[in-house]
């Protein structure tokens, strides 16, 4: 019988007790690689701590709470603290990682070789991953998921670092094949790079009888989401403002982020604040239920790599509004299952009265994502561990 295959998984963005939706993409993937005979998972969620007297600010109380060793979910999860030097510090945070993590990953390597390192970010995961992967004289690969490549790819200290760890990397991961032609415009070897679609639980993310759902909400017009965070990138002011459009439609944002108060002040300014449900932060759960209720899922983000929440409201019989960023073309593929839009409020108007009006059905908008599961994944992403471990 085949040794099981040691994997240490190292990624920045992973749930946790005071923010569980944080990263739960990493942690769905994760769970779905540990659950195999033939695989055993240890993650490593290094947690950044600014200088004192920065980490006393209340954004980061809930981080000095967090275990530094616990079971997350069935997994064996380990929170090193690392210096984080907040807005200027970003070229020297894989560094700062590597050097926080070292003594520890070393102590566990020494009890368990590890058979490989499994970045999950490109940064600043992937050449934290190089540093720590040299020391263990281990390989490691690393996936790109979209601001990883896009905005940090932009910055030229953190390329350098980008490039040099992909270089030295044995297997590189897109979540899409248009980020994978991102990461080839930006120097990357494309033979490395293997596409790899995120996961979709098909069992909770299901279409629904949008009537009785739609009532439960206290919502009798057309009802729209947005999901993701409350930033500038992901451009729900541009909702906001279509919804001046549709003087009987409500819009649920579900997330939260740095942007909600001036959200909350538009909606006030353009008379919409009544129509608009800000949500926070909501369980995946009550995400799905959310979703399928809601007659367009509208996603205009400015940068995206493939984004779950594309895929989960397709799964849903949600037909999606977004715009032309990422792996937007390789979902959206004809208009049962929503429209490609540019970035602005009038393009999202028009394609939302488009679908109001011919509404498509709910099995034809969810057959349009029945390619993706959490097994075909986990399937994919032991392959490109075995033969990346396998190939030193």
Known sequence: M?????ILTLSTLFPNVSAPNFGIFVERQTAELASRPDTSVTVINPVGMPPWPLRRHKQYQPLH???????WHGLDVYRPRFRLIPR?????????????????????????????????????DGPAAMRLATALDIPFTIKARGADIHHWGGDPKCRRQILEAA??????????????????????????????????DQNRFVPVDRVPAKRALGVEGPLFITTGALIPRKNQDLVI???????????????????????????SELGVADRICFLGSVSHDELAQLTAAADI??????????????????????????????????????PDAGRIVAQSVEAIVEAARAILA????????????????WKSNGDQMLAILRQAAGNR
């Not at 390597?109 to 600043?124: K, L, R, S, V």
């Not at 003087?247 to 939260?256: F, H, I, Q, R, S």
């Not at 996603?299 to 715009?323: F, Y």
């Not at 099995?363 to 349009?368: E, G, I, Q």
Request: charged share 20%; proline share 7%.
């Open 241 to 267: 403002r279509a919804l001046t459009s549709f003087p009987d439609a409500t819009v649920m944002l579900a997330g939260k982020g740095e942007a909600e108060p001036h959200y909350r002040a538009l909606a």
């Open 167 to 200: 270089d030295k990397a044995s297997a590189l991961l897109a979540v899409s094949a248009a980020l994978k032609q991102d990461m080839i415009a930006l120097g990357m070897d494309g033979s490395k790079i293997s596409v790899h679609y995120t996961g979709l």
């Open 358 to 373: 011919d509404p498509p059905s709910q099995d034809r908008v969810r057959s349009s994502v029945s390619q993706f599961s």
């Open 2 to 6: 085949t040794r099981p295959l040691n």
């Open 65 to 71: 709470a967090l275990p530094g060793h616990e079971t």
């Open 88 to 124: 200027i510090g970003g070229a020297g945070n894989p560094r700062r990682i590597a050097d926080a993590l070292r003594p520890l990953v070393k102590r566990l390597h020494q009890q368990t070789p590890f058979d490989i390192m499994d970045a999950e970010f490109f940064y600043p």
């Open 297 to 334: 899922a509208i996603l205009v983000s400015k940068s995206e790599g493939l984004a779950n929440a594309w895929v989960e409201a397709l799964a849903c019989g949600t037909p999606v509004i977004i715009s032309e960023a990422g792996g937007a073309r390789e979902l959206v593929t004809g």
